[in-house]
């Protein structure tokens, strides 16, 4: 039996007119830039989150770097980064001119660790970007509280978290903004790169929607040096018909993963993804661990499942931060882990035989 780790023909079958549909619209209308498409995606994802503003961008890096711009963290400054992440949520930090400063994990969630955000702080701390990763919220009462002590600021990656609770508050409701990727990949995915961000603060929103299309107020009238980093109007139309499915989508992963964890449970030296208290986890990934792993990947490989590994080296170990001072420390959680790791497939499509396969190899 082949099953991908993530299968988007699936989901693309069962909405399949929709999206045809939408695709005509936005090529007969002629708007390919900015308009409706946009401004209707912008507010109904708002609305989804909970969260008052919107700025729809190119892709979730993107958000990131147009985020610490607007805060105006720059040069001299540094910023804590998960070091069990994506190189995308510590390359903006760099392209502003600050510098990433790692932080090891929590041993069970893989998470940021908030105890060791507090050992990293120096007087040269300007923000923390806190990654709800695989689909599970970080303490942000606990990284929030950090922050508000030492006047920095918040930006939560929620890349992987579309939909996701902590405490009753999901992304953009605890940090200065969150910041979104709807890569195919993920929870809402685009049919090519986009991006978002989730702000509370008005005069946020307005510097990034200046910063994002150029450093325009109006047409042919820019009062900043801004950068082309809008979301074209065929994304959004896409990400739009696609939001309507989310909350379905969402409680089918979650379903999955209910299934996954009771068919493993009891599985000799496998641990099972942990899952905080009041929190939502909306399973971008469901994420395993084993002593064994590289021979378990091989097995589930070669069996046609899917399986890989998010993420297989730490941000420290990367050749691109050979010059990070932080870089040189040790991070013993997340460098044990990262060789432990394991993510299965997951995907709201996804069928019960499917998850029964998948464990009866393991």
């Not at 079958?13 to 995606?41: H, P, R, W, Y």
């Not at 702080?121 to 806190?130: E, F, Q, Y």
């Amino acid at each position: 039996m082949k099953i991908d780790l993530v299968d988007l023909g699936a989901q693309y079958s069962t909405i399949k007119d929709e999206i045809q549909a939408g695709i005509a619209e936005i090529l007969e209308s002629q708007s390919f830039i900015g308009g409706e498409a946009v401004k209707n995606f912008e507010e109904h994802f708002a609305e989804t989150s909970g969260v008052r503003h919107c700025l729809g961008v190119s892709n979730g890096t993107d958000a990131i770097t147009l985020v610490l711009k607007a805060l105006g963290v720059g040069a001299g400054d540094e910023v804590i980064v998960p070091v069990n992440t994506f190189i995308g949520t510590a390359e903006p930090v760099v392209h502003v001119g600050a510098t990433p400063v790692f932080v090891d994990s929590e041993e069970d969630t893989y998470l940021i660790d908030p105890k060791k955000i507090s050992e990293a702080l120096t007087k040269n701390t300007k923000a923390i970007i806190p990654v709800h990763l695989y689909g599970q919220m970080a303490r942000m009462d606990s990284i929030c509280e950090i922050a508000k002590a030492n006047n920095l600021f918040v930006i939560e990656d929620a890349a992987q978290a579309h939909l996701a609770k902590y405490k009753g508050k999901g992304p953009g409701e605890w940090g200065d903004a969150a910041t979104f990727s709807f890569y195919p990949g993920k929870n809402l995915g685009a049919y090519g790169d986009a991006g978002a961000v989730l702000t509370r603060s008005e005069d946020l929103a307005l510097k990034i929607k200046k910063l994002s299309n150029h450093g325009r107020v109006k047409k042919y009238d820019h009062d900043i040096i801004g950068y082309n980093n809008r979301l074209d109007a065929l994304q959004a139309k896409i990400l739009d018909i696609k939001l309507k499915y989310l909350k379905g989508w969402t409680e089918s992963r979650r379903k999955h993963a209910e299934q996954y964890s009771r068919l493993l449970s009891g599985k000799p030296g496998l641990v099972l993804p942990a899952v905080l208290n009041d929190s939502v986890h909306v399973y971008h990934q469901y994420v395993v661990r084993n002593q064994s792993r590289d021979a378990l990947l091989q097995k589930l490989q070669e069996k046609g499942v899917g399986a890989s590994v998010h993420y297989p080296i730490p941000l420290n170990k990367l050749a691109a931060f050979k010059s990070n001072k932080s870089a040189e420390r040790k991070f013993p959680v997340a460098e044990r882990c990262a060789g432990e790791i394991l993510s299965l497939p997951m995907y709201a499509e996804l069928s019960s035989s499917q998850i029964e396969y998948v464990c009866s190899l393991i």
